[in-house]
């Protein structure tokens, strides 16, 4: 899941390189061209599964209630949307009140026609848009979420800062990212399996290693929970919290327009 198009003369880490910016946006719009048909499959490969559990706990945090817009970015394939809209959905047949409506937003085509080509759900939209542009007024969205994507953004604190202008007064801020593990024994475990079988999977999966390659090194200059936190709080959200997940291979950062 990908999304970017920044101002020139900036720089920005691709992988373990630091490149100008608006090159970046290339580079990673090509890694998401060549992993998009595979992208689902080798989620679930590179994580044995796990990353169903940490979407699902993403989901619950942020609620979708009925008659709400809600906006994922970087959706990609639309495994968050989906279940937002059902979600909400559920709470509609509860309590009443209107559709919601999950509006899906990814930079890279391809992974917006994979995500189409699955189906979606009745309350879903799809669109191609720039993260760090986002093609919607202020103060329009109920709740923001960004799953494993805000890591191949040029600029994230311009993404960031585009995700508090869209959302209205009292509105949820939610990333799902892969993180820090807060454990020695774990971060020693979490890199020798990411750097080692993650490449061969994509090698003999999608037949793509250096893609999978970038995806891992992309993960390791992420910055860790406490300091992306103070890089949300700078953009404006208020109450920002941070829960682990696997013990810090992931982690939902959650924040409030206030």
């Not at 061969?200 to 891992?216: H, M, N, P, T």
Request: charged residues 25%.
């Amino acid at each position: 899941m990908t999304d970017a198009a920044p101002p020139s003369g900036k720089t920005s880490s691709f992988g373990f390189r630091d490149v100008d910016a608006t090159e970046k946006v290339r580079l990673v719009r090509g890694v998401f061209d060549s992993v998009a048909s595979n992208y689902d499959l080798m989620n679930d490969l590179m994580s044995a599964g796990v990353h169903r559990l940490w979407k699902d706990a993403a989901a619950a945090k942020l609620n979708p209630r009925p008659g709400e817009t809600v906006l994922d970015v970087a959706g990609g394939t639309g495994d968050m949307a989906r279940r937002y809209a059902r979600m909400a959905r559920r709470a509609q047949e509860r309590r009443g009140g209107p559709d919601a409506s999950v509006i899906v937003l990814d930079y890279n085509a391809e992974m917006i026609m994979a995500g189409v080509n699955k189906g979606g759900e009745p309350e879903m939209s799809w669109s191609v848009g720039d993260a760090m542009a986002l093609p919607l007024p202020d103060a329009s969205v109920d709740a923001y979420s960004i799953s494993f994507g805000i890591r191949n953004v040029a600029d994230i604190p311009q993404a960031l800062r585009e995700a508090r202008r869209v959302l209205k007064p009292g509105g949820r801020f939610l990333c799902l990212e892969f993180s820090r593990p807060v454990a020695g024994p774990i971060r020693k475990a979490y890199d020798a399996w990411s750097f080692n079988a993650i490449p061969r999977i994509g090698e003999w999966v999608a037949k793509d290693r250096d893609s999978y390659q970038y995806l891992v090194e992309s993960i390791r200059r992420f910055p860790d929970q406490q300091t992306f936190k103070g890089m949300i709080e700078a953009a404006g959200f208020s109450r920002v919290s941070v829960t682990n997940l696997s013990g810090g291979v992931a982690a939902i950062h959650f924040g409030w327009a206030i």
